[in-house]
């Protein structure tokens, strides 16, 4: 997720660690300045001149994936900074606002519902048992919120140290939670504990596990749909890491995938999705960069506003909604998504 500006003060009583229950607001935040990426960071996040929907292809297979003719339509705007948007079947949408300090769930006419209020409030996923995570920056910590809004702590250390800012996440193909924590939203005022950006797995009892530290500032994170490949962006290198994924949740033979480069101000690589033949979508300068399973650059789709995540969603997970700064976009696609935790829940004999 970009780092942004100064958000308006909340309040929120935390209490870390553990299992139990929060009481839920929390006080008002600003970031630290992390130069060069910031300020390509800060293209999403200060509300540009909107730009014009276009779809540009490097290559004919792009067209295999989106139809030419296909429409871009707002579901939701007049937001703050919009992020980690999660699909639930029951027909609406989860969305985090970073500036707004809210978790919303927005359904298909555009209408809106508070679920929590929380500082800075980032990636979010769904779990395995249908449970919501969140990548909670000013807590510093992976948290799961239920569906009265109440937040419990699952992860904020790593060997004794805080998490920097916990930023995006993904449910793995063996259940645990894997996630990234750049420095990006650290707050600030508050001293960074951890002597780099970690990649971590959190495991279904708890256990952290570091898996890479060789990141600048690691953001959006996939797996393939065979569970065989993981793939992490790097908002400061703006390249595309793929690692090869073992038993355990081991990564080896790490490498660079691609790469998305740009001017200052046009966006970095953010938040990714894969669809079920292993093309990534993922975003990055201009808007939603599409790729094979090879490396591949097949095209762009270039948005209005600055695209930070998406999600796939939709009854047959064929349309693709994006969180692009001040609004909720969804763009039909010919492809269908694939959604890790719902894969896992078949698997787990859930239905």
């Known amino acids: 997720m970009p780092a942004r500006t100064d958000k308006e003060p909340r309040t929120l009583e935390v209490l870390r660690g553990g299992s139990k229950w929060l009481p839920l607001a929390m006080r008002g935040l600003s970031l630290v300045s992390l130069g060069m990426v910031l300020a390509g960071l800060l293209a999403s996040k200060s509300h540009p001149e909107q730009r014009k929907f276009e779809m540009k292809a490097e290559s004919a297979s792009f067209w295999k994936l989106v139809s030419p003719g296909a429409k871009l339509a707002t579901l939701a705007s007049g937001l703050g900074f919009t992020e980690g948007p999660v699909w639930d079947q029951k027909g609406f949408l989860y969305v985090s606002d ?19 209020s929380l500082g800075d409030p980032d990636g979010n996923t769904y ?27 699952l992860a904020d250390r790593f060997e004794g140290k805080r998490f920097n800012s916990p930023n995006d996440i993904v449910t793995g193909p063996d259940g645990a939670i894997y996630f990234t924590d750049p420095t990006l939203d650290l707050p600030k005022g508050e001293k960074k504990e951890l002597p780099y950006q970690g990649v971590y797995r959190l495991d279904p009892g708890g256990r952290v596990t570091l898996l890479t530290s060789e990141l600048s500032q690691p953001n959006g994170l996939a797996f393939s749909p065979d569970g065989t490949k993981f793939y992490v962006d790097d908002s400061e290198q703006r390249n595309i890491r793929v690692y090869d994924f073992r038993p355990g ?19 970095v690589p953010d938040g990714m999705k894969v669809d079920v033949d292993g093309n990534l979508f993922v975003t990055g300068p201009g808007g939603i960069w599409v790729w094979d399973a090879s490396g591949r650059h097949l095209g762009t789709i270039l948005l209005p506003e600055q695209p930070a995540n998406l999600a796939w969603g939709d009854a047959d997970l064929g349309t693709l909604y994006i969180t692009a700064t001040t609004s909720v976009y969804r763009l039909k696609t010919t492809t269908r998504g694939f959604v890790p935790y719902l894969v896992d829940k078949s698997h787990s004999g859930g239905n």
Not at 135 to 145: E, F, G, K, N, P
Not at 258 to 266: H, L, Q
């Open 98 to 116: 970073e500036e707004l300090n809210k978790i919303f769930r927005i359904y298909l006419d555009g209408r809106r519902e508070e679920l929590v």
């Open 127 to 153: 779990d395995s048992q249908h449970q919501l995570l969140d990548c909670a920056s000013y807590l510093r910590a992976i948290i799961r919120i239920s569906h009265a809004g109440e937040i419990q702590v």
């Open 249 to 267: 949740g081991k990564l080896e033979n790490g490498r660079i995938f691609g790469e998305e480069p740009g001017s200052k101000g046009e966006g």
